[in-house]
Structures are given as C-alpha cells and as structure tokens.
C-alpha cells in the first residue's frame, strides 16, 4: 500500500492515540517480524503502521478483551457494505429524532441485542464477538460517533450506558472511511482475536513488536475511565500487565507502552526487573480530552516505556525535495545541503 495512504481509526477512544502519533513513531522499530497490538481500542496506531507501509508482508496479532470492539472490528472487515448500509440508515434517523433515536439504539435495539448474543449458548464475551452482525456494528458506530465523548462505557450489568452527546452535525456514516478500515482489517496476515493481554503478550518473541494502549492508571478519582469491560481494569491488572511486558521484554520482543504519569506506574516501570529487560521509562508532553470537569482538560504528561531507542525520523517531503533540487541545479550547493540536515 502507498505510503500516502493515511488511515483514520474507525472509533474514538477515550485515550485514542492519534495526537500522541508524532512521538510514538520516533519509537517505531526500523526492523521487524510481527506487529502486535494486545489492547486494540481505536487502533491509532496499527493504522497509522498500516497506512504508512509498515506492515506490507508481515504478520499482525490484534486483540482485545472488549468483544464489541473485536465483533465490529469483524464485521467490518467481513462486510463493509452491509455496515454501510445500516449507518447510513442510523444516520438518516438520527438528523430526525436527535437524542430520541440515540437512547431508542442504546436502549432498546443495541444492550438487547448485545444481551441476546451474550447468552448465545452460554458463551459470554466470546460469543458476543463471534455473533457480532453488521447491523451491531453500525449501532457501534453510530453510538461512538454521537455519544459523550465517544466514550465506551460499561456498567456493572454488562450494559452500555453513556448518555448522548452535544454535537450539532456529527458525520456519522462515511462510507470511504469504514471501506478503507475494512481494507487494513482484511489485510493478507492481519488476526483479530478476542482475547487477554496477558495470554497475548505470553506468545510474543524476538522478532515481535509489541505496542500496548493499556487503559491508564487514573491520576485522580475523577479521571478513571477504565470500565471498557464489566469488570474494568484495577491496579491489580496494572501490575499484571507490568510483569507481562517485562517477560516478553526480556524473549527478546520489541515493545513501546504508553499509560498515565501515575506514580505508580512510573515506580513499576523504573524498578530493576523492568530494567534488566532493558526497558526504560519517558515522559512526554500530551493532552487530556475526557475529565468530568472541562478545566482540567489540557496538557499532561504521560509516560512512554520502551526497549526501543528513539530515533530521529525524515524531514518533511516538502523539504526534501527542495534540497534535491538544490542539489540538482547547482553541484556546489551539496556540502551545505547535507549540513543542514545534521
């Protein structure tokens, strides 16, 4: 796939990657075997890997416990069209009946039928995902793109509970969009697996990179947004998935985490055992879009850990190509347009 090919992730994701984009490829490896990804949500990154190139000829391992994330996921890689069809009518509804035709989705089409196929035969999550339709899907979607902050929120019952959103023109259904997702998602070697991080991240090796979007450890009672399953994501989780990332550290993978700048975390990452994986812990500046009060949204720190260096990426194709021209037109120009770029 041409490098242009920029791809957008099919869902919002409260802690979406897309504005952190810019450092994490600084931490992209240049070599690799497989790419893995434990913690899908938006998949901002395996996108924007895909869309680049970076995955032409290899293998990828996607998965996530969430089964509605994986069963749309699926249902868009398998039928697009169908998907399209469904949001396209949501969205005719939606420029009717506003907030109406939301709850009307959320109440009684959508949580019923994610209820019905959770019972399927007593299969629970893997059921759910597994019977996941395209008209689910298309209520997913609709729900993301109209709901409070795109937000994906469980409650203790298993159902989806976030209260409609204020947006005067959401674009929800765009048809080349979900098409171009579709296409990344049925790639030659691409997996989508509805599984845990911890019997993911057990499979991983030399060769792999593994990237994990974790749900963030909250750095106050007001920011946990960590119920993306019934059973959401505790501290005792967070140290689970410490002790994973340092064991496919040290079988040699190459991998890139990001979480909050929670002390905790910060201490877990910097202990000797995450050290002698070689992993190291940095921090980088990023913006918070979810708080349940609108002034402490803004610019935080966040923590990126990795066995991986940075490194420095291309300048700009508009640059360049001026250089070259440069070059091209007058040969004694080289010296100086390679000193420029140390």
Not at 307 to 316: H, I, M, Q, V
């Amino acid at each position: 796939m041409p490098a242009t090919s920029a791809v957008r992730p099919l869902l919002k994701w409260a802690g979406g990657k897309r504005q952190l984009l810019p450092v994490l490829r600084r931490y992209y490896p240049v070599a690799f075997d497989r790419y893995v990804e434990p913690f899908l949500g938006s998949g901002a990154v395996f996108f924007d890997l895909f869309g680049a190139g970076r995955l032409d000829g290899r293998r990828v391992g996607l998965a996530d416990v969430n089964p509605d994330v994986i069963g749309c996921y699926r249902a868009v890689r398998d039928d697009p069209e169908a998907v399209i069809v469904a949001l396209a009518a949501l969205a005719a509804e939606h420029f009717e009946r506003g907030d109406a035709c939301y709850y009307d989705v959320r109440d009684r089409r959508f949580n019923p039928a994610r209820a019905a196929r959770r019972d399927l035969r007593r299969g629970g999550d893997s059921a759910l995902a597994a019977g996941y339709t395209p008209a689910m899907a298309a209520m997913l979607i609709y729900l993301n793109r109209t709901g409070y902050n795109g937000l994906f929120r469980l409650n203790r019952r298993g159902g989806f509970n976030v209260p409609a959103g204020r947006y005067a023109e959401p674009r929800i259904c765009d048809a080349g969009h979900v098409r171009a997702c579709a296409r990344a998602l049925s790639a030659r070697g691409v997996s989508i697996e509805c599984a845990p991080f911890d019997g993911t991240l057990a499979n991983t090796r030399t060769g792999d990179f593994v990237y994990c979007d974790p749900p963030y450890a909250p750095l106050s009672r007001t920011a946990n947004f960590a119920h993306y399953t019934a059973g959401g994501f505790t501290a005792h989780d967070q140290r689970r998935l410490q002790q994973a990332v340092v064991g496919a550290a040290r079988r040699g993978a190459l991998v890139l985490l990001s979480n909050s700048s929670a002390p905790e975390i910060e201490a877990a990452y910097a202990g000797a055992d995450a050290r002698v994986a070689g992993l190291r812990v940095r921090r980088v500046p990023a913006r918070r879009a979810i708080n349940s009060r609108a002034a402490r949204r803004g610019p935080v720190d966040e923590l990126i850990i990795t066995n991986t260096g940075p490194r420095d990426l291309p300048a700009p194709r508009t640059l360049r190509m001026a250089k070259a021209r440069l070059r091209a037109a007058d040969p004694q120009q080289r010296p100086a347009a390679r000193a420029t770029t140390r």
